[in-house]
């Protein structure tokens, strides 16, 4: 977002503080009374967000990075195209390995506009909590334990994550007090781990009263469980520390700093009085020209206008260039030869479904392409896989039409891609 060096404040629900933990004032009273310059960046409560671990093997980092939505986008009980998606790549993952949430932008914008109602203030970043909950459970635990459970006690939601090999690998949202629940799905979680999990951390409100319960509970983790240093801002402090050193986080159009608007109404004012003297040059020079070239231009354009009227054989409401390229559009479209080579070739297409194809047991056996049709044949697992085909194509906003025939354990399949009907000229 290019505010590298501003100071971030973090926001977990009432909580607010810097990078390094330290309180900085009541949410209600965030607009008025944070610093100047400083960016906001708020946390998204995990029980309204999509979180998948998805992994592309043989392939490399930029191919998988174009696969990675399509595969989420499998995995999601809506369409990907409602959602805002914050995908991050673990760059230390032999094989692409991504993090990836979602959430659907109505309940982004809902929440946003909550956060605005009551603190009076916009955030420039918003970050799935769970997100910066692993990164500072990570940065609690250093290099020696990277895998953890950590129990974060808000007041009105707990939010459970496990953290295996330093990075987040599942998350659970869980009622405020339920205990019990926190245990049972601790235990759940836990087998995500390839060892069990030597260290269960707590934050939140009355982290350490907190602890020392679970650890005493007769069916608690055989592990140890503890409070964090500062439990009540360690949300916010994780939420200032990402603010400050990534420029990601789910984007909307509306996630301004305030100073934003203030500083191009600067800028313009400062910059005015250049584009004003040369507007002043412009029109001088335009004034002792304008009489010397409005004959020139008025034979032209009656030239236009009357080798347009020959082409498109009837007058037309354009005059000058705009009739000529009006004229000329009509001629072109009467040639059909020129028609079909405008539309949208099908070939456009070929990369995402070889894309698609990687993802499943798909083969294809014959591609073929001739006047503007593409026709596949192939076989596949399941009739689902051509379904993905379809899918893809669609999206990639070409026809799809397919026949299907049981062969075996598996399918067989005949396919043409063409240009929508609304893509022709």
Known sequence: MGFSGKKWIGVDAEVCADASGAPICAA???ARVRPDGARVALGLPMDMVFFEKIEIPNVDWKAAEGLVEGKFDLKLPIPIEK???FSMPVRHSPTPLFLVFAVTREAFKAHLSAFRAATGCDPEAVFPAADALAEACVRHLGGGTPSALLLHAAAEKWTLAAVADGVLSGVVTLPAGDAIAAMRNAKILSMRFQS??????VSGTGAAELAKTLADAPNAMQCD????????????????????????GFRSGD??????????????????????ALALAACVFAAMSYARSSTHLAKWNAFLDQAAVRVANGPL???????????????????PAIASFAATSPLKALSAIFGAASSREIAFSGIDFEGRTLAITGHGAVEADVEVLRQTAEKAGFAFDA????RGEGI???????ARKGDEP
């Open 196 to 201: 069990p999990p030597t260290r269960f951390l």
């Open 403 to 406: 026949t299907v025939e049981k």
């Open 83 to 85: 959602c805002l998606v």
């Open 255 to 276: 996630l301004e700093h305030p100073a934003h608007g203030r500083r191009i109404v600067r800028t313009c004012i400062l910059l005015g009085l250049i584009p004003v």
């Open 317 to 335: 409401p354009q005059h000058g260039r705009a009739a000529a390229e009006h004229a000329k559009g009509l001629l072109d479209w009467r040639n």
């Open 225 to 248: 469980v503890e409070a964090v240093p500062d439990p009540a801002n360690f949300l916010a402090a994780a939420l200032a520390r990402r603010g400050a050193l990534r420029e990601s």
């Open 412 to 418: 067989v399949f005949s396919a043409t891609i063409t």
């Open 28 to 30: 209600t009273q965030l």
